[in-house]
């Protein structure tokens, strides 16, 4: 049948004009125009596929076309007569790495109450339009490696209340705001990577379902007060690295949220617990947090992630490495400088390159 026929291709380049051809068998629920395997990845900037799920071909049965090179828009598969009435079924779309310049008429989109995800990745897009906001039922927008420029987040992308996933990564974004995040409370991840983030709003707001907050590769310079952060209690996995953090709360940030097991903080400037400040004195940033990860995860241990290699830690930072992390972590490897209980397996707790003796542990 007709789509046996591009399942069985699915990787040949094909030109857009034969999108009135996949549109002449029945209405698709799942729409994917591309010129390359690489489409069905989140994109270049996103973290890994062990926070992310993965959108392996493997996983989906769908129809593949492609436009040819060049500046284009969406106008080839909304645009002439009837299309948009055998899009009323759809429920997936995406036109990752197509080189649309522009996202002009997505709001005719709207003809589908069944569309919940739409990936536009790898394009050169610098502006979201305002009829995005027109996709109430979508659940998940990926935009990651265009050419956005926005001092906050898109204010379309504000308008879609309902997302749960929202992947930005790989653009020129310069902020997030309170009330934009506010707006997207129902989100359960949020990937930001490699923007020019350069701090967070003192305040968080609500967001009951945030698993997954990625900040990687930005410019941020400190964290909201660790208490902000019980306003995620089902925070899982926090990815800060590559900013420029010069102290990190651990123990905070594991007491304030009650479902974190995972922090990448590698690759920043942090030298103490708390940043200067009189009535928060400097202490080991360890402390603690051994004993907090034991009694939170018990014999569940395997998934939990401390990473804190390449940060200017010093032995007044961490005077030594408290007994309850080797307790909870395992023996320290001090060539590899991580601790670990067996290798790739059990929790990890990441040193290297922070000039710290991570042989040395308190009595």
Same mark, same amino acid.
């Given at each position: 049948?007709?789509?046996?026929?591009?399942?069985? +291709?699915?990787?040949?380049?094909?030109?857009?004009?034969?999108?009135?051809? &996949?549109?002449?068998?029945?209405?698709? *629920?799942?729409?994917?125009?591309?010129?390359?395997? =690489?489409?069905?990845?989140?994109?270049?900037?996103?973290?890994?596929?062990?926070? &992310?799920?993965?959108?392996?071909?493997?996983?989906?049965? /769908?129809?593949?076309? /492609?436009?040819?090179?060049?500046?284009?828009?969406?106008?080839?598969?909304?645009?002439?007569?009837?299309?948009?009435?055998?899009?009323?079924?759809?429920?997936?779309?995406?036109?990752?790495?197509?080189?649309?310049?522009?996202?002009?008429?997505?709001?005719?989109?709207?003809?589908?109450?069944?569309?919940?995800?739409?990936?536009?990745?790898?394009?050169?897009?610098?502006?979201?339009?305002?009829?995005?906001?027109? %996709?109430?039922? !979508?659940?998940?927008?990926?935009?990651?490696?265009?050419?956005?420029?926005?001092? /906050?987040?898109?204010?379309? &992308?504000?308008?879609? +209340?309902?997302?749960?996933?929202?992947?930005?990564?790989?653009? #020129?974004?310069?902020?997030?705001?309170?009330?934009?995040?506010? #707006?997207?409370?129902?989100?359960?991840?949020?990937?930001?990577?490699? $923007?020019?983030?350069? #701090?967070?709003?003192?305040?968080?707001?609500?967001?009951?379902?945030?698993?997954?907050?990625?900040?990687? $590769?930005?410019?941020?310079?400190? !964290?909201?007060?660790?208490?902000?952060?019980?306003?995620?209690?089902?925070?899982?996995? %926090? /990815?800060?690295?590559? $900013?420029?953090?010069? =102290?990190?709360?651990?123990?905070?940030? %594991?007491? *304030?949220?009650? #479902?974190? +097991?995972?922090?990448?903080? $590698?690759?920043?400037?942090?030298?103490?617990?708390?940043?200067?400040?009189?009535?928060?004195?400097?202490?080991?940033?360890? +402390?603690?947090?051994?004993?907090?990860?034991?009694?939170?995860?018990?014999?569940?241990?395997?998934?939990?992630?401390?990473?804190?290699?390449?940060?200017?830690?010093?032995?007044? =930072?961490?005077? *030594?490495?408290?007994?309850?992390?080797?307790?909870?972590?395992?023996?320290?490897?001090?060539?590899?400088?991580?601790?670990?209980?067996?290798?790739?397996?059990?929790?990890?707790?990441?040193?290297?390159?922070?000039?710290?003796?991570?042989?040395?542990?308190?009595?």
């Amino acid at each position: 049948n007709h789509l046996s026929q591009f399942e069985e +291709t699915m990787f040949l380049v094909r030109d857009h004009r034969k999108i009135p051809e &996949i549109l002449a068998a029945d209405p698709p *629920a799942e729409l994917k125009l591309a010129r390359r395997p =690489a489409e069905f990845k989140v994109g270049k900037s996103s973290i890994s596929s062990s926070l &992310i799920p993965s959108r392996g071909v493997e996983e989906r049965s /769908s129809l593949v076309a /492609s436009k040819k090179k060049g500046g284009g828009s969406l106008y080839a598969l909304i645009g002439p007569s009837g299309h948009l009435e055998k899009l009323s079924s759809l429920r997936y779309l995406s036109v990752y790495d197509c080189e649309i310049d522009n996202l002009n008429g997505i709001g005719k989109l709207e003809v589908s109450s069944y569309l919940e995800e739409v990936v536009v990745g790898c394009n050169p897009i610098s502006t979201i339009p305002t009829d995005l906001g027109l %996709l109430e039922s !979508l659940t998940s927008f990926s935009a990651d490696d265009c050419l956005l420029r926005y001092d /906050s987040m898109p204010p379309p &992308i504000v308008n879609l +209340t309902s997302l749960r996933e929202l992947r930005l990564s790989g653009n #020129s974004i310069t902020g997030l705001k309170f009330d934009d995040l506010k #707006s997207l409370s129902s989100l359960t991840l949020l990937n930001m990577d490699a $923007n020019l983030i350069a #701090s967070l709003p003192d305040e968080l707001p609500e967001m009951p379902n945030l698993k997954l907050l990625s900040l990687r $590769n930005n410019k941020i310079g400190a !964290l909201p007060y660790t208490s902000e952060f019980k306003k995620l209690p089902s925070l899982e996995c %926090l /990815s800060i690295s590559s $900013n420029s953090l010069t =102290a990190l709360d651990v123990h905070g940030l %594991l007491e *304030a949220c009650p #479902s974190l +097991t995972k922090i990448y903080a $590698n690759k920043n400037g942090i030298a103490s617990r708390f940043s200067s400040s009189p009535d928060s004195p400097n202490g080991n940033i360890l +402390t603690g947090v051994g004993a907090f990860l034991s009694s939170r995860v018990g014999g569940d241990a395997d998934s939990v992630i401390l990473n804190l290699s390449n940060n200017p830690l010093t032995a007044s =930072a961490i005077p *030594a490495v408290p007994a309850d992390l080797v307790s909870f972590f395992g023996k320290a490897d001090p060539v590899r400088e991580i601790m670990c209980r067996e290798e790739g397996k059990g929790p990890r707790c990441v040193l290297g390159g922070c000039g710290v003796i991570i042989r040395k542990t308190a009595s």
